[in-house]
């Protein structure tokens, strides 16, 4: 079997949800204390095994290149002032990975983003990783869906448990039978952002980490085509792929993933995965607690 050696993040979205601060800025940089939120969800792919990170970027999104890039008049300025730590920090970043970067032209969906790195990846499976949801535990999220990859061989979605309330915002799966011990089950159909409650097959919505199979991939292809075939406008989605995926009878899984989970692309979830950071950092926590603490 393959390994899953490659990432890649589709990053070039607008990040409406965040103007006016995203209008110069791209909201994968957004801090979360220190440190980019992208920063977060790169070192969580290296630590599940993944070599190379595919960054598809767009208009307004430099910042993300030079983030992960050597920077030298800085480098320079840390060894001068002899802050060491922090030149430490700076030097391992380029290190993470090797990066690569292509470009998305037009913002036309999340699938469009990840066909612009088809020929990165070709026959080979990789993971898909969105730039919003962090997962904060004891083994990074992704290397659990890679686990389950190398268990079935199948593509693989993260899911969580989500309340009825928020299904609308999520793709939501129905599944063969129940989440057995290894927290995997099968998926038999998917339903991307319910209307209604009615129509949510279950309770497990998509979070924005999979492990995608070349077979997927083909499914995404398929969709391009026809979205040209029949001039169709709009986004073109990995969701979509799915689905075509489902209906040829393909063995997709769906993993629920351990950790704490926050959704950075709402001001609330940046909120709390911000103030879950500071928490654990022995630099920030008993200030910062007095604090919240005088707020209550
Ligand atoms: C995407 C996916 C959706 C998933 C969500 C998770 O939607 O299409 O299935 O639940 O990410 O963040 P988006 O939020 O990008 O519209």
Known sequence: MKKVRKAIFPVAGFGTRFLPVTKTQPKEMLPVVDKPVIHYLVEEAVASGIEEIILVT????????????????????????GKHDLL?????????ARFVYVRQPIPMGDGHAILQALELVR????????????????RPALSQLIDEYERSGDSVIAVTEVPDEDLSKYGVVSLEGEFGDSNSARIDGFVEKPLSLSEAPSNYGVI???????????????????????EIDGEI???DAFGLALDDNLSIKAKIVDGK???TGSKIGMLKASVEVALSRDDLKDEFMEYLKGKL
């Open 58 to 81: 767009g208009r307004g999104k430099r910042a993300i290149e030079d983030y992960f890039d050597k920077s030298f008049e800085l480098e320079h300025t840390l060894v001068e002032r």
């Open 261 to 263: 989970r926050f959704d």
């Open 123 to 138: 026959d080979e499976p990789c993971a898909v990783m969105f730039g919003d949801d962090l997962v904060f535990g004891d």
């Open 237 to 239: 989605r990995l969701a």
């Open 88 to 96: 430490k920090e700076v030097l391992d970043i380029p290190n993470l």
């Open 208 to 230: 924005g980490k999979y492990v995608v199979t070349p077979d997927v991939m083909n499914m995404l292809e398929r969709v391009q085509d026809k979205f040209k075939e029949d």
